[in-house]
C-alpha cells in the first residue's frame, strides 16, 4: 500500500467514525452543510457523499469538521471509533505504559533521561548553523528541510516511552505526523499568538513531544501547561473550587479556548504549571489542555516539537514530501510501532 493509500484508508475510518457519532446522537442533519458545497444528488447522505470524493478533499474535509468541534465528548467519540478501526486495519499491538494513566488524568508527563544534554547541544549547535528561517512575529521558525535532519531527532521521536504512552492516549498506532523547531525571541511586551492560553484541535486526539535545546529559565519564555484542563472533570472542578457555576464549563471548550484565557490563573490556580530547565527537559503533552508558551523576557528559548495524532492530513503529507527525506537515519527505531509512526515521513 502506497502513503496515499494509507492516507485514504485513514481518511475513509475517520470519516465514517464522524458519520457514526453524529448518528448515535441523532444529529445526522449537522453533517448535511458540510456536503452542500458538492450539490449532492436530493437524498444523498453524508457518507456516501464525502466517501465519493478524492483522498485530499476528504482529508481537508476531516481538517474542517475536527476545527470545528469544541464538545470533547464528541470529539472522544469520534478518536474512539477512529481508534478501533485504525487497531483492526494495522495489526500493530497496542503496548503497555505505566505512564499513561498519569498521562490521562493530567495531560501531561515529564520524560527524564530521554535526551542528554550533550545531544541537546549537538541539536542546538546544528540548528544555529542553519540559516533558512521564516519568521513570524517575534518567533523564528526552522525550515521542516533541515528539522528532519537534525540529529537524533529521529532516535528521540521514536522512543519506545513516548510511542506507548502516545499510542495508549490515541487508542491506536500513533503516527508521527509533523517535526518543528523554533526560536522564541525576547522582542515583545504583550503577548500574542501561541504566546495566549489556548486549546490546540489539531486532530480528534493527539499529543505533543516538547525539547528545550536550550537553557529555559523563567525569563526565557517557559512553556505553561493547566494540568487537567484536557478533561471536562478537571474543568468543573476548578470551576467548583472557586464557586464558579458548573454552567460556565462549555465556554471553556469554544473554540481554541483564547476567549475565556485571562481567566485561566484565575480558575486552575496552582494546576498552572510553568516548566522550566536545562536543555535536554522533555516532556510529552496533551495540547488539548490550556497550554502557552510565556514571553521571553532576557533570553531567546529554542525548542523541538513533535505532533503524534491518528489522521495524516493532506497539508502534512505536503510538509512531508517539502522535507525531502529519502531514508530514514539509522538510529531511527524498527518496532513496529515505530515503523507504523514514521511511515509518511520519507518521500
Given at each position: 500500500m502506497n502513503k496515499m493509500q494509507d492516507a485514504q484508508s485513514v481518511y475513509a475510518a475517520a470519516l465514517r467514525a464522524v458519520n457514526q457519532t453524529y448518528t448515535e446522537l441523532g444529529r445526522t442533519e449537522a453533517l448535511l452543510s458540510v456536503i452542500k458545497p458538492f450539490n449532492p444528488a436530493p437524498g444523498t447522505g453524508f457518507l456516501d457523499c464525502v466517501l465519493a470524493q478524492d483522498p485530499a478533499e476528504q482529508g481537508?474535509?476531516?481538517?474542517?469538521?475536527n476545527k470545528q468541534i469544541g464538545d470533547p465528548g464528541i470529539r472522544q467519540r469520534i478518536g474512539?471509533?477512529?481508534?478501533?478501526?485504525?487497531?483492526e486495519r494495522t495489526g500493530v499491538p497496542q503496548p503497555d505504559s505505566a505512564a499513561a494513566d498519569a498521562f490521562a488524568r493530567d495531560g501531561i508527563v515529564p520524560l527524564a533521561d530521554l535526551v542528554s544534554p550533550a545531544e541537546a547541544a549537538e541539536i542546538l549547535k546544528y540548528l544555529e548553523g542553519c540559516t533558512n528561517l521564516t519568521r513570524?512575529?517575534?518567533?523564528?521558525?526552522?525550515?521542516?528541510?533541515?528539522?528532519v535532519r537534525a540529529p537524533h531527532?529521529?532516535?528521540?521521536?521514536?522512543?519506545?516511552?513516548?510511542?506507548?504512552?502516545?499510542?495508549?492516549?490515541?487508542?491506536?498506532?500513533?503516527?508521527?505526523?509533523?517535526?518543528?523547531a523554533w526560536w522564541s525571541l525576547p522582542e515583545r511586551e504583550e503577548p500574542h499568538g501561541a504566546q495566549?492560553?489556548?486549546?490546540?484541535?489539531?486532530?480528534?486526539?493527539?499529543?505533543?513531544?516538547?525539547l528545550y535545546l536550550s537553557d529555559v529559565t523563567a525569563g526565557d519564555g517557559p512553556h505553561i501547561f493547566v494540568r487537567g484542563s484536557h478533561r471536562p472533570e478537571g474543568v468543573t472542578d476548578a470551576l467548583n473550587a472557586i464557586g464558579a457555576l458548573p454552567e460556565k464549563m462549555?465556554?471553556?471548550f469554544n473554540g481554541n479556548g483564547r476567549e475565556v484565557a485571562h481567566l485561566i490563573d484565575q480558575v486552575f490556580g496552582a494546576a498552572v504549571m510553568e516548566i522550566t530547565g536545562g536543555p535536554g527537559?522533555?516532556?510529552?503533552?496533551?495540547?488539548?489542555?490550556?497550554?502557552?508558551?510565556?514571553?521571553?523576557?532576557?533570553?531567546?528559548?529554542?525548542?523541538?516539537?513533535?505532533?503524534?495524532?491518528?489522521?495524516?492530513?493532506?497539508?502534512?503529507?505536503?510538509?512531508?514530501?517539502?522535507?525531502?527525506l529519502a531514508t530514514l537515519p539509522p538510529d531511527c527505531a524498527t518496532t513496529p510501532l515505530a515503523r507504523h509512526a514514521v511511515r509518511f515521513a520519507t518521500s
Open positions: 481537508n474535509l476531516l481538517w474542517g469538521i474512539q471509533i477512529l481508534a478501533a478501526s485504525e487497531r513570524q512575529e517575534t518567533v523564528l521558525h526552522h525550515d521542516v528541510k533541515d528539522v531527532v529521529f532516535r528521540i521521536a521514536t522512543d519506545p516511552r513516548i510511542l506507548a504512552i502516545a499510542s495508549r492516549h490515541i487508542g491506536a498506532p500513533a503516527t508521527m505526523v509533523q517535526m518543528d495566549i492560553f489556548h486549546r490546540d484541535r489539531d486532530d480528534f486526539s493527539s499529543c505533543k513531544l516538547f462549555s465556554l471553556f527537559t522533555c516532556f510529552l503533552e496533551n495540547t488539548f489542555g490550556f497550554h502557552r508558551g510565556k514571553i521571553p523576557k532576557t533570553g531567546r528559548r529554542c525548542i523541538f516539537q513533535v505532533l503524534y495524532a491518528g489522521i495524516p492530513y493532506p497539508a502534512r503529507l505536503e510538509r512531508w514530501m517539502e522535507a525531502g
